[in-house]
């Protein structure tokens, strides 16, 4: 063998140590080591009650009307991809969090920060992608901000847009509101999103075209509270996917959740990709789905209004809370066990919004 030190310094751990002195990719992926750096680091630091229900958005009265307000960064990796690109997540990601505080998002601000050397027809395209995406789902683009960094600190296009809507009478969505009982309902098939990219990033074929589910849900949220405001909370699983969200919901609430594995809706194409690869399609990203916490006896509507929608028709009641292991989540599997669905560390799949 050679008379060589091992050098062990360039290597990196999977599943990094939650006490790492620098930043990691896990701290982006919406997981335990997300909600760390969040509750840990920037909670304390920027202090205030509002950011402490560390939702999706933030509700707030200004002037006497309710409001909802959101803001989120985008450097999805690559920017076009099937079924969208860094500008149709830019508008929809962020109208999908200010409507899961129940608001109709009104407008927007765009920043973008451009690297030195990327081509103008491709910021063209990413522009005119967003503008259309607004257009379709009713905001507008109300202000923005440009920057450049030069070559070899960014990677093309990062984007970051924050919103503003308004929140309807007697709507009150927080995850506090969830009480054992409560029935469990996802608007449609998990996994598309993160599959789609990561087929195209890494030139996977699985015998079928898988598109994101990159979609403004305010629409379909509209018509939910349609049938009743006594909705107790909504969610889009994006970052973590569906088993981040039901942990959040869980652990804010105080109550368990128990979910049924054989009526998760899970495309066959997303099942086949994540049974190749080692994945787990709870923990897959999403981009036009929601789960709603609904009391029993408004579930048949809302599932209801949800079948009636374009981006609901595959809509199901996956489970409900409970009282038992509050803070848990567990699945029932469909060999007749059950498994505890964990909040995930990190993230599966890096860069996907």
């Known amino acids: 063998m050679p008379d060589t030190a091992l050098d062990i310094t360039s290597w990196t751990c999977p599943a990094p140590l939650r006490d790492r002195p620098r930043i ?6 919406g997981g335990a080591l997300s909600a760390e750096l969040v509750e840990h680091l920037f909670a304390p630091a920027f202090g205030g009650e509002l950011l402490a229900g560390l939702g999706d958005s933030a509700a707030l009265t200004l002037g006497g009307v309710r409001m909802a307000f959101s803001t989120d960064s985008y450097v999805v990796r690559p920017l076009f991809f099937p079924g969208g690109s860094i500008g149709d997540l830019a508008v929809n990601g962020t109208v999908n969090d200010l409507a899961m505080s129940g608001a109709q998002a009104a407008y927007l601000s765009c920043g973008f920060i ?15 992608a967003l503008g259309a995406a607004a257009r379709a789902a009713g905001v507008e683009v109300a202000t923005g901000d440009t920057k450049v960094v030069e070559a070899g600190h960014g990677d093309g296009i990062y984007l970051n847009t924050a919103g503003i809507g308004l929140i309807p009478d007697g709507v009150d969505l927080r995850p506090q509101r969830v009480v054992p009982g ?12 993160g599959v789609a990219i990561m087929s195209v990033r890494e030139g996977l074929e699985f ?3 898988i598109e994101s589910d990159c979609a403004a849900l305010g629409g379909l949220v509209r018509s939910m509270l ?3 405001p006594d909705i107790h ?12 969200s039901l942990n959040e919901i869980a652990a804010a609430s105080g109550t368990g959740v128990v979910i049924e594995e054989s009526k998760i809706p899970v495309p066959p194409a997303v099942a086949n ?3 190749i690869l080692g994945l787990d399609p709870l923990y897959v990203a999403n981009e036009g789905k929601l789960v709603a916490f609904v009391p029993r006896a408004h579930a048949d509507a809302v599932l209801d209004a949800l079948h009636a929608h374009p981006l609901g028709r595959h809509a199901a009641v996956i489970g409900e809370a409970v009282e038992s292991h ?6 029932r599997t469909g060999f007749g066990g059950t498994r505890v669905v964990d909040l995930p560390l990190g993230e599966q799949l890096p860069r996907i919004c």
């Open 114 to 128: 451009l690297e030195e050397g990327v081509e103008v027809s491709a910021v063209a395209r990413v522009a005119e």
């Open 207 to 209: 015998g079928v075209d």
């Open 326 to 331: 509050p803070g848990l989540v567990v699945a």
């Open 182 to 193: 409560d029935v469990v309902i996802v608007s449609g098939e998990i996994g598309l999103h």
């Open 273 to 275: 990709a994540c049974a």
């Open 24 to 29: 990691v990719m896990g701290h982006g992926g």
């Open 233 to 244: 909370v909504l969610r889009d699983p994006t970052r973590g996917g569906l088993a981040a």
């Open 226 to 228: 349609a049938v009743t």
